[in-house]
């Protein structure tokens, strides 16, 4: 049995940041001309710089790491989509063949139910689990980590179970993935955005700690939205609407991963790769679904495809090495990076959608 947040709380929770649609005149280069054929051949000429990268024996691409060679498969996938091809589908389904026979047991993600929050104990962990956090319940919550004594319960996995969970709901019309989906929604709402309508990090669910407020990350945003875009289709609840949009319009002008021009800054990172690097990525795919399912919301339509043409031109005109992309976005080019590489990649192929014709 879910309880669903009283609207009123929704309604004071996001007083503090209520939504701005306007594309902010400050931006740099927030539209292009290119025709549709060019954004296509743009996306596939930077998939096709990456391919070279790929180990088909397990399914990863060299120089980064495993759920980064995911986010490779799912732009190539998104791609076709967007596209109308067929040009990477074998590639796709055979990468994910590979790595799912490799990797049998992805899935042992705990978590937390409602029984569980009320117990104070959860069948994958070796501790006792907080059943309420500052004031909220922890139902919802995943664990980052399948290890038995590891605490951690983030929003990105929480996020993608979000995601997953609508995804499925919508596809089998299943309640039970309607209400995990709604569950972990709730978790974050009630627990991880703050008072800027940024999605915070991760909360101890033995003890209750959060990360620091500083660690405000663009993928944790990101993935939220892509699953409250799902997740408002699939209810037909408008409180989930608001929400998105809220949080869409707050994000795309956030200070805190971009300056007055627009572009994002965060993860460039010439030289090494890390996780952060890939972040934006994620960000970028989160508000492509959001404007996918925001056909009655044009002003929020034009804010990100705005948004994501500022990140296209400056990929193209301040970080470009022939068909290869720093994943310093406001530049200056380098050489080829698999980091980088992948970066760029939902850009270009989110291109090929929010832009007409
Ligand atoms: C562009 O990439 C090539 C390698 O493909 C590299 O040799 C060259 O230095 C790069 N140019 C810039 C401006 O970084």
Redesign the pocket.
Known sequence: MFRFVPFVFLSHSLAAFAQDLGVPLTWREFSNSRLLAERISIAEDAINTILPQLDTSDAQFNGIGYWQSGNVFSAMANFDHLAGTTVYETQVVDGLSTAFDLYSNFDQYGVITTADASSGTQPNKDFAIAGTCFGESMAGGVFWRPTVDDTGINSITTGLFTTLSAFLAETTGDATYTNAAILSAQWIQNLQINTDGIVLDTVDGADCTRSPASWLFTYNTGKYLEGLSVLKDVTGNSAWTTLMTDIAAAAIKSSVWEGSNGIITEGASPTANNDGVGFKAIFIRGLDEVSVRSSDNSALQILIHSYNDVQYNALLELAA?GTSYSSSWPGP????TTWGQLAALDVMVTAINTNSP
């Not at 080019?333 to 080829?336: G, H, I, K, N, T």
């Open positions: 090495n080019p380098q050489a080829f």
